[in-house]
């Protein structure tokens, strides 16, 4: 799914947030799935709100369209919505831990390039995942006590990353100031507010109309 169709909620998202990814989803007419993450998160008023606009948009709209609601289950009987929606519960399909690995790793990992990718105007390059010795554009490092050496692969991964031919130019933004391989975002506590870490990584975000 793109930005565009997932909403990830905070005890601050607003009823025109959510309202506004009810719009996209009733006026969208290839069929693509809108998700609404967190749904137990939003203030009750933010609730009311946007379940009569849901109404509302669903009598003019009509029943063609796709939309996941998704809460944690140890909130769910303080979320309105849920309760509200109940009729259309799902119960989740059960999935083994070995499954789900196998099912990201799929979607992760990048095939081999056969020869150098090339921009446009003929500069190599290649994708991140090149660095990880399995080829995946995502690595999760975990440990149940620190001092094992994450810092140090992290950094390790770092290094590799610098050394990817065309980085330079992806670094490079349009508006001329180069951002990092590396963004450290410092998370304290028992909950992460998505909102404020999405916003510290777009800082660092690349051009957007670069590949990578």
Same mark, same amino acid.
Request: with cysteine; proline share 7%.
């Given at each position: 799914?793109?930005?565009?169709?997932?909403?990830?909620?905070?005890?601050?998202?607003?009823?025109?947030?959510?309202?506004?990814?009810?719009?996209?989803? %009733?006026?969208?007419?290839?069929?693509?799935?809108?998700?609404?993450?967190?749904?137990?998160?939003?203030?009750?008023?933010?609730?009311?709100?946007? #379940?009569?606009?849901?109404?509302?948009?669903?009598?003019?709209?009509?029943?063609?369209?796709?939309?996941?609601?998704?809460?944690?289950?140890?909130?769910?009987?303080?979320?309105? #919505?849920?309760?509200?929606?109940?009729?259309?519960?799902?119960?989740?399909? &059960?999935?083994?831990?070995?499954?789900?690995?196998?099912?990201?790793?799929?979607?992760?990992?990048?095939?081999? %390039?056969?020869?150098?990718?090339?921009?446009?105007?003929?500069?190599?390059?290649? &994708?991140?995942?090149?660095?990880?010795?399995?080829?995946?554009?995502?690595? %999760?490092?975990?440990?149940?006590?620190?001092?094992?050496?994450?810092?140090?692969?992290?950094?390790?991964?770092?290094?590799?990353?610098?050394?990817?031919?065309?980085?330079?130019?992806?670094?490079?933004?349009?508006?001329?100031?180069?951002?990092? /391989?590396?963004?450290?975002? &410092?998370?304290?506590?028992?909950?992460?507010? /998505?909102?404020?870490?999405?916003?510290?990584? %777009?800082?660092?975000?690349?051009?957007?109309?670069?590949?990578?």
């Amino acid at each position: 799914p793109t930005a565009s169709e997932v909403l990830v909620c905070s005890p601050h998202t607003t009823a025109e947030e959510v309202s506004l990814l009810w719009r996209r989803a %009733l006026g969208d007419k290839s069929c693509r799935v809108y998700c609404v993450v967190n749904a137990d998160q939003l203030d009750y008023s933010v609730n009311a709100q946007a #379940m009569k606009d849901l109404r509302n948009f669903e009598r003019d709209a009509g029943n063609k369209f796709r939309l996941v609601i998704v809460c944690s289950q140890q909130n769910e009987d303080r979320a309105w #919505m849920i309760s509200a929606l109940d009729q259309y519960r799902v119960v989740p399909t &059960p999935c083994l831990q070995q499954e789900l690995r196998r099912y990201l790793f799929d979607r992760f990992t990048t095939l081999p %390039l056969q020869q150098p990718a090339r921009r446009p105007d003929g500069s190599v390059w290649q &994708p991140a995942a090149e660095v990880d010795e399995k080829k995946s554009c995502v690595r %999760l490092v975990t440990s149940e006590r620190p001092g094992v050496g994450k810092s140090l692969f992290v950094q390790r991964v770092e290094e590799k990353l610098n050394k990817l031919p065309g980085n330079e130019s992806i670094l490079l933004r349009s508006d001329s100031v180069s951002t990092s /391989v590396r963004v450290s975002v &410092p998370v304290q506590g028992r909950s992460v507010d /998505v909102t404020a870490v999405l916003g510290i990584l %777009l800082e660092y975000s690349p051009d957007p109309n670069k590949p990578l």
